[in-house]
């Protein structure tokens, strides 16, 4: 750890700074449990975030100076996972323009629904919560990126990206029960190497103006 302020280490342990980022990919965590174990998602996701808001507020009270920069780091890392989401989805519907894939990107929006909800919810509900937990998620990662590598050089928003995509290949086919793995691969390869990439400019550029 380096003592020179401005830096992703500055007035951090490591306590501060895995919990400080990790608490933001409780969502992913969650999906992951439930996708594993079929655990109802909501229950799950409740479970995780009252865990990690306790871990947070355990492990930052003691430290006044990581705890006053984690508050400056969480709002940049919102503007930065909202403009990577946007650039992900944006990217993955335009290849699926552009070469004619059968395949949709938003895919999984329903089926996010579905775990949220159960059966129970109507296919309107369902959608509505799938896009509200996709966006939370993608915003959610800005935020954990931004805490931990925003500050750091920009290859390490590809490499966080590259690690999103190894997990959700790992998981997604056989979940969604997907007709065509290639054109899943290629759709999500290419939304991951986008998202990588805007969440490092996007925190490079932020961050640069605004000193923490």
Known sequence: MTDRPGTADADLDWRAFLIGG??????????????????PLAVVLSLLVLGGGLLVGITMSSRPAALARWRRL???????????????????????????????PFTALPFFGEALLGSAGGSTARTVAGVAFHLVNGIAFGVAYTVWF??????????FAMGLEASMLA???GWLDVRSVRELTSISLLGHVVYGLTL?????????????
Do not use: C, K, M, N
């Open 171 to 173: 998981l997604y086919p």
């Open 200 to 212: 490092a400019g996007t925190a490079h550029v932020l961050l640069d103006r605004r000193p923490v």
């Open 74 to 104: 969480v709002p940049v890392g919102v503007v930065v996972g909202v403009v990577a989401t946007a650039a992900y989805d944006g990217s993955r519907w335009l290849l699926v323009q552009v070469a004619g894939f059968h395949t949709s």
């Open 22 to 39: 990790g608490v933001f990919l409780v969502s992913g965590i969650g999906l992951v449990v439930h996708i594993l174990t079929d655990a």
């Open 150 to 159: 925003g500050e750091r050089h920009p290859a390490w928003g590809l490499a």
